[in-house]
């Protein structure tokens, strides 16, 4: 049933797409056979793998360096009053601050490589998870900690085996959030300082005003992290969750 | 298996801006091994922060804990104790086996040692077949076994209680209890059971202790001297049960209601 109307509003996206492009001209809108046949051109050069290769291997080690970082800096906000006031404001600056600049610093400091792409995508998706997991660990049922020091658990089991499991949920939806961040600031990234990666051939097709091309990169994008949500985090998610019985709306 | 005295326990909580708040105020009563005792006390008096203090979750302000003649400590040589709370509290996302298992996992009991032990408890709290469900699925009957599973499997010296049958319906409560006794004679616990249920506690206890609202002291004691399996029908319990209600009324004049 979900599955279906999910299939059938991607259709009528697609069929507007169809449409639209009709009434205006390729440089502005081209249609979605063009570009699918740019998408096709590029994965036959090999060229196309090698640019989605190096912005994905990108995104998700600096999705792992915002993970670890946010994590860590929101339970420590989630289980301490004074780790919550001291680190309150950073999360808050790092925040506020555009992610245009997080990627000019990183590149002004560690050159125009992958590691500055790494850590430019880890430190602008980090407060987006840090403030999904304080919350997560301030949602905790207190009770359940109460009944885990009353059967004596070391502090070590108490986050292991009570805190951790009911932060699953925060987790999951802290890594979607930074998943979207983390694409956003790498192609800025790549945009800005790198000879490869999807951002690098937005550049270059912008550059040669080629509105299929950067479509089709976009687009090829898009086909990645669908996958990435479909195929690895929600199967995690139906099988970390298994145990809360089916809403029946 | 254990005795437990309490002498002149206190209680108090610091106020911002007030003096200290008393929630108990001397309260002395002694357990003897394999004794079912019940606090019986208003809603919203020091009951539930006794059983805190004697978890150890709270600190004493004043006074004494002694079980079996030494000072209470939570520590690895100290009386094993087990709780059932007012809620299931079990981890829902693990198994009812596992949840069980939790308590028996700091140990140095292998993995096939703790899955018996489990199985064994669950056996007693007649949840044989269900060990794979998870919380969510049973019933809040059935949750409550698995929590009085949990509790039982670490052997404890003194089972604790704190109103577990009050979220219960009546049927089920009366089910539950009936099941309480059961396990109470097989098992030779020592239990104290904390409730606001006159005769939730004049069915259960060998005794009951009345206690006064903040802060709480022992009002008076009732010795319930019907033998076990009772029948709630029982026209002694009955009486016993009126009796009670009457000290609860002479204890409200008295406290200025």
């Keep these: 049933m979900h599955t279906t109307l999910k299939i059938y509003s991607l259709a009528v996206l697609l069929a507007l797409w169809f449409g639209l492009s009709f009434v205006f001209s390729e440089h502005v809108l081209p249609g979605p056979l063009p570009v699918f046949a740019a998408i096709w051109d590029n994965l036959q050069s090999g060229d196309g793998f090698f640019h989605l290769y190096k912005t994905v291997s990108r995104v998700v080690f600096g999705l792992v360096l915002a993970m670890f970082l946010g994590t860590g800096f929101g339970l420590v906000m989630g289980l301490s009053r004074k780790g919550e006031k001291f680190f309150e404001s950073w999360v808050m600056i790092g925040l506020t601050i555009p992610a245009v600049v997080y990627a000019i610093i990183c590149l002004l400091w560690f050159g125009l490589n992958d590691f500055a792409a790494v850590i430019a995508i880890g430190v602008t998706a980090f407060p987006a998870v840090a403030i999904n997991m304080w919350q997560g660990v301030k949602d905790i049922d207190m009770q359940l900690i109460a009944m885990g020091k009353a059967f004596q658990l070391p502090k070590t089991d108490l986050i292991r085996k009570i805190v951790l499991p009911q932060t699953v949920p925060y987790i999951l939806a802290a890594t979607r959030y930074a998943l979207g961040i983390s694409w956003k600031i790498a192609t800025t990234v790549e945009l800005i300082g790198m000879s490869s990666g999807v951002g690098y051939m937005l550049h270059y097709w912008f550059g040669l005003f080629s509105m299929t091309q950067v479509l089709a990169w976009t687009l090829s994008f898009i086909l990645v992290l669908l996958f990435i949500e479909y195929v690895l985090i929600n199967p995690f998610e139906k099988r970390a969750t298994a145990w809360r019985p089916a809403v029946q709306v | ?257």
């Design chain 2, 1 to 257: 298996m254990a005795n437990i005295s309490v002498q002149n326990l206190v209680k108090k909580f610091d106020r911002a801006n007030d003096k200290p708040l008393e929630v108990i105020g001397g309260l002395t009563f002694a357990v003897e091994d394999g004794e079912f005792v019940s606090i019986l006390g208003p809603s919203g008096c020091g009951k539930s922060t006794l059983l805190s203090i004697l978890a150890g979750l709270e600190p004493l302000s004043g006074g004494e804990i002694r079980v079996d003649g030494r000072p209470f400590q939570r520590d690895a040589n100290a009386a094993k104790l087990g709780f059932v709370f007012q809620q299931p509290r079990l981890l829902n996302w693990r198994s009812v086996r596992r949840n069980v298992m939790l308590p028996l996992e700091r140990g140095t009991f292998s993995k096939e040692e703790q899955q018996r032990l489990a199985g064994r408890y669950l056996d007693l709290v007649r949840l044989n077949g269900f060990e794979d469900y998870f919380p969510l699925q049973l019933s809040g009957g059935m949750q409550q076994r698995v929590a009085i599973a949990r509790a039982l499997v670490v052997e404890p010296d003194v089972l604790l209680m704190d109103e577990p049958f009050s979220s219960l319906d009546e049927i089920n409560a009366r089910k539950m209890r009936a099941e309480l006794i059961r396990i109470w004679q097989e098992t030779k616990k020592t239990v104290i059971f904390v409730t606001h249920d006159i005769s939730e506690a004049v069915y259960l206890s060998n005794r009951l202790l009345v206690v006064t609202e903040r802060p709480t002291r022992v009002f008076d004691t009732v010795e319930i001297d019907v033998r076990y399996p009772r029948d709630y029908d029982d026209d002694r319990l009955f009486e016993l049960t009126k009796k009670v209600s009457r000290i609860f009324l002479r204890m409200e004049e008295r406290h200025g209601h």
